[in-house]
């Protein structure tokens, strides 16, 4: 019962008490009328009620940031008797409780300028009321759904990190090697096996020789590490870091590059693109839903030798922090005849325009020891800095 309705009822009844202490018979007629139709209301509304089912329509298109998303709604409603008023209430994460009516099963509205990310539709129901808005009833409609709204990325025809140590006349290097072994397990040794397969460790510790099993194992050539990390963002820092990694990924699977996507989040997920026609719509989801809620730094990922990051022909690590152990591990990785980049989103930029504490000593040192450095600061042309239209110093303003 709503609040009118209780209004209502405790109207009908105080008339019909007065009308008994007073004796009017006049006030008969309107304390009746009050309670009938508050029992016609409670009558319609049990009426009303019956098996539903929501059905949700937003187009076969993929949405993008900024967009507008319409949504159709379509209520499939066996009942006895027709709703006076028919709401669909919707809770969806990151938006405000949206109610929508539904006439003749039928609803619409509008999402107009959803930023990235994925929106889960967690609590649905229908409300339901009579035409004097007396009663009403509240039905569940188990109806989960999830939208993915897209970064917006750019096309590269070149990449900045193509310059540099890492060109020869105007051309890129490419070092191929698509496997590699890893150590899979030990074993006795057996006669005429070469001594250079020992594992010494562990014929140490069992006082005969044993010999390392090893397994062939695929290399990805370019690994791109999105650095999640919590408590740096500042404004649409991350949502700029999400578009770098996006944009890098769809350049190098267009190329036909089997490539690495590793967001480095609360729960580190990571997708393998292949081929352009069947891996990239996976890691774009993930990009979709990327959140900055990570609490271990990029540099710890760069620290584990067996992990598919460092195993990666070629590096590239998109990040909003510059410490001084992500600089000596990139430049280490370089050393090691492995290449590396990075990509540098200035978060104190997305604040008060200011980009703190001088960055010119990191990235400088980069810059020598053969890491090409993009840095994107708030309004920047992203095609601009990561295609390598100007290839300019990475500590430039």
């Known amino acids: ?7 209502v009822l405790g109207l ?10 007073f004796g009017s018979v006049p006030l008969y007629p309107v304390a009746l009328g009050l309670l009938f139709a508050v029992a016609a209301a409670w009558l319609w509304v049990r009426l009303a009620q019956g098996p ?17 998303v319409e949504v159709e709604l379509t209520l499939e409603h066996d009942a006895q008797l027709p709703p006076a008023s028919l709401v669909v209430v919707e809770q969806v994460s ?10 003749a099963k039928h609803g619409r509205y ?24 007396l009663q009403r009833a509240e039905i569940p409609l188990g109806s ?13 025809d070149r990449l900045f990190s193509e310059g540099g140590t890492y060109a020869q006349d105007g051309r890129r290097l490419l070092l191929r090697r698509p496997s590699g072994f890893d150590l899979h397990s030990v074993r006795e040794y057996e006669r005429g096996e070469s001594l250079r397969k020992v594992h010494w460790p562990s014929t140490a510790k069992r006082g005969e020789l044993m010999v ?8 990805d050539e370019v690994a791109i590490l999105l650095d999640a990390e919590a408590g740096l963002v500042v404004g649409e820092s991350f949502d700029t870091q999400v578009r770098a990694a996006g944009s890098l990924l769809l350049a190098q699977a267009r190329r036909g590059r089997r490539a690495l996507l590793v967001i480095n989040g609360a729960q580190r997920t990571a997708q393998r693109v292949h081929s352009y026609e069947t891996d990239w719509r996976q890691a774009l989801d993930l990009l979709a839903a990327a959140e900055a809620d990570g609490h271990a730094p990029a540099a710890a990922l760069l620290g584990e030798d067996s992990g598919p990051v460092s195993r990666a022909l070629e590096l590239t690590v998109v990040t909003a922090s510059l410490s001084h152990l992500l600089v000596e591990r990139l430049l280490q990785r370089t050393l090691s005849q492995h290449r590396a980049s990075l990509v540098f989103v200035d978060p104190a930029s997305f604040g008060n325009g200011s980009s703190g504490r ?9 810059q020598a020891g053969g890491v090409p450095v993009a840095v994107l600061r708030n309004g920047d042309d992203l095609g601009a800095k990561l295609g390598g239209a100007s290839l300019q110093r990475a500590a430039d303003g």
């Open 1 to 7: 019962m709503t609040h009118r309705g209780r209004a």
């Open 12 to 21: 009908g009844l105080l008339t019909y008490v007065a009308a008994r202490a």
């Open 52 to 68: 539903m089912r929501l059905h949700r329509r937003v187009g076969d298109e993929q949405r993008y940031e900024g967009d507008d």
């Open 94 to 103: 990151g938006l405000p409780e949206r109610h929508t009516p539904v006439d």
């Open 110 to 133: 509008t999402l107009t300028g959803l930023r990235r990310g994925r929106y889960q539709f967690l609590e649905v129901r229908a409300v339901l009321e009579d035409a004097f808005g």
């Open 144 to 156: 989960p759904w999830t939208l993915l709204v897209y970064p917006r990325l750019v096309e590269l």
């Open 212 to 219: 390392k099993e090893l397994e062939d194992a695929p290399r």
């Open 358 to 366: 001088s960055l010119q000593p990191e990235l400088l040192r980069l």
